[in-house]
């Protein structure tokens, strides 16, 4: 009997309830072999990075059972740790059931003697990450699945620090969580347990990043950039105005995607990261002639921007932002902390290697996940944060949250795009100057959706492919360094010489080749996709050379990319 069959008749009877029950079975009888399958095939996993998946009955689908399931065994793990008066705090976006699973969730904890505490309306992910520690919570919850379709829901989970599980915690909730039958989880809680004043978590969050801005002489005065926000139907369409506000900006926001809506009418897909999802607000920079468009994801801890220069408006990646905004930090410190640190990932830009090294300043990196960012911080209590992000617009600063923040990070880049203007420059011609500085750099990520059991078997041999037999030239240069991370090695192919890489095991795969060209690739560990990072460089003498440059990494961009995929 199939796996899937097996799934059918557990859902099919007590202890799921009527509805349900009865949805299983109109499932069956109406669905056809391949969509049935992908419903009952497999229980939806909670992994390192938590839960995301589409809504619906089943249990390769987000309800209530499958986020009871783990509910349950994290409520398991706390209780047998006996850890003394356990409170839980739980967020949600602004996606659809979010209200519905967050109740669900809250009284599967009060029914486990675990307090909780909820808000009452949406709220931004960093909110979360920062109550965790202000509320001296063990665990943290947001219901959300951050930029994915509409959909989608999920599941993410913060630890006692504040930032998202890691080892060892993840693993041991892992165990615990499939160790719980459905029929063990207990739905109905004490409401008398929920308690949550969300003004007061707000308040202490502001005054933590007025605090920070301030040392860095960052002032609330009126400000000459003009910006236009969007929250794309999301979490941050009341705090980020009240911060441009707050600090002196004239600002119109895009009222068609300011209304919180888990539909994302107005977007193909509610994420920063594409161009279409800031049209609107680009539209209305233009109608107005505002410099700066910023865009953020449902539960805010990613933001985009396009910033306007010689009369266009130019959009800016992951990559960009985040070496403008450590190359500004870095000078802001100037030399003030004590044993300070940047931070990035394995698969971003290089750039940040340079720009740590020519400013003498220590650079951690990490495999893919924010959350590796957010543990350095509690690693290394002795060492000075200055700021840390990745290629896909995240990006943090400062030690109150342990979780990339769009909502601090999107009022940091307006204020750099300020001392700019006031200089009479752009975000663009600061970037060119990182570029004469550190090196000109230029990435792309490409990414190929491949669906189902068939499609995850195909992403896996493409990377096991890669794994064992990987190119010896890319392009017109011989690969040098092949970095596997599900191995734990790093091997120079010409000498056969081996190291040790002593970040956690990932299915990651680099390649270095000589001229500095890089290529990684590992799948999504969200979404059916495999991704593929490419990274070229250059010198660059002078401001006057950057769009010949540009154009020529770009064009062997597009020649890679053809070559490998």
Not at 183 to 207: A, S
Not at 323 to 352: E, H, Q, R, W
Not at 470 to 489: A, F, H, Q, R, T
Request: charged share 25%; glycine share 6%.
């Amino acid at each position: 009997m199939y796996s899937a069959d097996k799934n059918f008749e557990v859902w099919s009877k007590e202890p799921f309830d009527n509805e349900t029950i009865q949805q299983v079975h109109r499932l069956k009888k109406e669905l056809n072999s391949s969509d049935f399958n992908d419903i009952f095939y497999k229980d939806l996993e909670f992994g390192t990075g938590g839960m995301r998946g589409i809504m619906g009955t089943g249990p390769n689908r987000i309800n209530k059972y499958s986020l009871g399931k783990v509910t349950q065994g994290i409520s398991n793990f706390i209780n047998i740790s006996k850890i003394k008066n356990p409170k839980v705090i739980i967020g949600y976006d602004s996606r659809n059931n979010g209200k519905y699973l967050s109740d669900v969730i809250s009284d599967i904890f009060n029914a486990n003697n675990i307090k909780t505490y909820t808000f009452d309306q949406i709220k931004p992910t960093p909110l979360v990450s920062f109550g965790v520690r202000f509320l001296s919570c063990i665990c943290g919850i947001v219901i959300t699945a951050s930029h994915n379709p509409p959909e989608y829901n999920g599941y993410k989970v913060y630890w006692s620090d504040g930032g998202q599980i890691v080892p060892p915690i993840d693993k041991k909730l892992i165990d615990s969580i499939n160790r719980v039958n459905y029929d063990e989880i207990n739905f109905y809680g004490d409401k008398k347990l929920c308690t949550l004043n969300p003004n007061k978590i707000e308040k202490e969050y502001f005054k933590s990043l007025d605090d920070f801005l301030s040392n860095i002489e960052i002032k609330k005065e009126k400000k000459k950039l003009k910006v236009v926000f969007t929250p794309i139907h999301g979490t941050s369409y009341k705090m980020i105005p009240r911060l441009l506000k707050n600090y002196g900006f004239e600002f119109k926001t895009v009222e068609e995607q300011t209304n919180p809506d888990g539909n994302f009418p107005t977007v193909k897909s509610p994420n920063p990261e594409e161009a279409e999802a800031l049209s609107l607000g680009v539209d209305l920079a233009k109608k107005y002639d505002y410099d700066v468009i910023i865009g953020t994801d449902p539960d805010s801890d990613r933001f985009g921007i396009v910033v306007k220069h010689n009369k266009d408006y130019i959009h800016i990646n992951g990559n960009q932002t985040m070496v403008v905004m450590l190359d500004y930090l870095i000078k802001k410190s100037n030399g003030t902390y004590k044993n300070p640190f940047i931070a990035s990932t394995v698969v971003s830009t290089p750039m940040i290697e340079e720009i740590a090294k020519l400013n003498n300043i220590e650079i951690m990196l990490s495999i893919t996940g924010f959350k590796w960012i957010g543990k350095m911080i509690n690693d290394f209590p002795n060492k000075y944060f200055i700021g840390g992000g990745e290629e896909s617009y995240g990006f943090l600063f400062g030690d109150f949250v342990r979780d990339k923040d769009a909502i601090s990070s999107s009022l940091l880049i307006c204020e750099i795009c300020n001392e700019l203007k006031e200089k009479g420059k752009s975000f663009v011609d600061q970037l060119i100057k990182c570029y004469t500085d550190y090196g000109i750099y230029s990435e792309r990520l490409v990414t190929k959706e491949y669906i189902g059991v068939e499609g995850r078997k195909k992403i896996d041999s493409i990377i096991d492919g890669i794994r064992t037999n990987p190119p010896k030239k890319i392009g017109n240069s011989d690969v040098l360094i092949k970095e596997d991370y599900l191995l734990g090695e790093k091997v120079n192919v010409k000498t056969n010489n081996l190291e040790k890489i002593k970040l956690p095991k990932s299915n990651l795969i680099i390649l270095k080749c000589e001229d500095k060209t890089s290529v990684c690739l590992r799948p999504s560990g969200t979404e059916p996709k495999i991704k593929y990072y490419f990274s070229v460089n250059s010198n660059l003498k002078s401001a006057e050379e950057y769009n010949k440059v540009k154009s020529s990494l770009e064009s062997k961009l597009d020649r890679l990319i053809k070559e490998l995929i």
